[in-house]
């Protein structure tokens, strides 16, 4: 059974470029979360999508957005990069959406912005 | 206030030797509670998860969870080199897959 597999792996922009990550989740979870991870803040909520709508979203700018689509496969885009941007960005799928499912992380997608 | 704080350690413990690690929450009304292991430059993945007050055991692994002191731990037994991890704590609200990280905890087991 295939995991959860993003793409790219790694990629560098320069300020005010803009960036879109693909994920694609476990076969049969609908659900799938983005979580960004940088040394000092740890692991920080972006958004969940399940079935193709936005359940919650964390606390980030506007540029930050995301969607699914009718596969639960899931993008994410962040416009106008800024250097602190830079960190590994982590999907999860889950079979569902709510409080006592297991997430299945993929290997994340590093973003450098210079 | 953060929603979940853990020691960042280095925590470092002889092989053979029990690892407690330590998690607090600040939402009492917090639902849910797991523990996940990231290797370095890997993704983090599922030790164990609990959901109400008490142990519970799998394998060398025993989570403990106290609701009224907003406390969960992780006592890792016979301790060997390849749990050398971060530990990372998350915790639930109910609301979704919205979950709240600690910073980690950093084990070292020394041979």
């Known amino acids: 059974k295939a995991g959860v597999t993003q793409t790219p792996r790694y990629l560098i922009k320069t300020r005010g470029q803009q960036v879109t990550l693909s994920c694609s989740p476990i076969?049969?979870?609908?659900?799938v979360s983005w979580y960004q991870q940088t040394p000092g803040q740890g692991l920080q909520f972006l958004f969940e999508?399940?079935?193709?709508?936005?359940?919650n979203k964390g606390n980030f700018p506007g540029r930050f957005s995301g969607r699914q689509f009718s596969n639960s496969r899931s993008e994410m885009n962040v416009s106008t990069l800024e250097l602190g941007d830079s960190a590994l960005y982590l999907c999860?799928?889950?079979?569902?959406?709510?409080?006592?499912?297991?997430?299945?992380f993929g290997a994340g997608s590093r973003l450098t912005v210079l | 206030q953060k929603e979940v704080e853990q020691n960042s350690g280095p925590l470092s413990v002889p092989e053979g030797a029990i690892a407690s690690l330590n998690c607090t929450y600040s939402?009492?009304?917090?639902?849910?509670f797991f523990w996940y292991r990231q290797y370095s430059g890997k993704s983090p993945e599922l030790i164990m998860s609990?959901?109400?007050?008490g142990d519970k055991e799998d394998g060398r692994f025993t989570a403990q969870l106290n609701k009224a002191s907003q406390y969960v731990s992780l006592l890792i037994r016979d301790s060997q080199p390849s749990d050398s991890a971060t530990y990372l704590c998350?915790?639930?609200?109910?609301?979704?897959?919205?979950?709240?990280f600690g910073t980690g905890t950093s084990l070292t087991v020394i041979p």
């Open positions: 939402d009492r009304g917090s639902q849910s």
């Open positions: 998350a915790v639930n609200k109910g609301t979704g897959n919205q979950f709240y």
């Open positions: 999860a799928s889950s079979l569902a959406s709510g409080g006592a499912n297991v997430l299945t």
């Open positions: 076969s049969g979870h609908r659900s």
């Open positions: 999508y399940f079935s193709e709508t936005q359940r």
């Open positions: 609990i959901y109400s007050n």
